[in-house]
């Protein structure tokens, strides 16, 4: 089956200690992306990524970081998360570029930092 | 930055009522994306609109993409409770097909 994971889809954590959200898909596409959502501001980009090693910043990467080194895996680091960053988290993926593609949905990872 | 608004936040139908939600772009996009997110769920693709005054149908919605290409419409024809959830639209720039803005969408609820 065609799909997009994440892992955890539940995260507790404090202020400071170091958590990953790990982003699968077995679709081969080639572009991916992580956005959160945030009640009465929609989904915004934090960081996408159009192939292995390429990625870019999107709207709001302040306290994130990403890397790319499988076509199939896109993690999003927090090296110090702070309750700001508390939110859903939806990874994507697209064939192309995710503005000209149907972009694909994971489950989401909803994140709480104390 | 760019931005993408949408109007209304919020509404409320009864059944068989029709829905519209609006979304506009302080910016010429190069295309637009809809996406509908059911209560707990993920956001779904519905359909992307491309040209100029790009009309578009799938059963009762109905996407339309603005002449200038700033804004754009879904309607939905005598909604039914599964329509419920939240409608975002999505757009990227021509300079920029990577980066997605999307609206803050428009939550709808059906009441029966």
């Known amino acids: 089956e065609a799909q997009v994971t994440q892992n955890p889809r539940y995260l507790i954590t404090v202020t400071g200690k170091k958590l990953t959200v790990t982003c699968s898909q077995n679709?081969?596409?080639?572009?991916m992306s992580w956005y959160r959502q945030d009640p009465g501001l929609g989904l915004r980009q934090i960081y996408y990524?159009?192939?292995?090693?390429?990625?870019d910043k999107g709207d709001v990467p302040e306290g994130y970081k990403v890397s790319r080194k499988e076509k199939r895996n896109f993690p999003l680091i927090l090296e110090s998360p702070s309750p700001n960053q508390t939110s859903l988290y939806f990874c994507a993926s697209s064939l192309g570029q995710g503005g000209t593609y149907e972009q694909y949905f994971g489950p989401g990872t909803r994140l709480t930092v104390t | 930055g760019q931005q993408v608004m949408q109007i209304p936040q919020y509404q409320h139908v009864q059944e068989g009522e029709d829905f519209t939600t609006y979304c506009n772009s302080s910016t010429t996009l190069s295309n637009i994306q809809w996406y509908k997110q059911r209560p707990g769920g993920h956001p779904v693709f519905l359909i992307q609109l491309v040209k100029s005054g790009e009309v578009k149908k799938q059963k009762r919605l109905t996407f339309q993409f603005g002449e200038a290409k700033k804004n754009s419409s879904l309607h939905i024809t005598a909604t039914q409770t599964t329509d419920v959830g939240t409608y975002f639209c999505a757009g990227s720039l021509i300079t920029s097909y990577d980066k997605v803005i999307f609206g803050p969408g428009t939550s709808l609820s059906v009441i029966p």
């Open positions: 990524s159009m192939n292995v090693e390429v990625t």
């Open positions: 679709m081969n596409h080639e572009y």
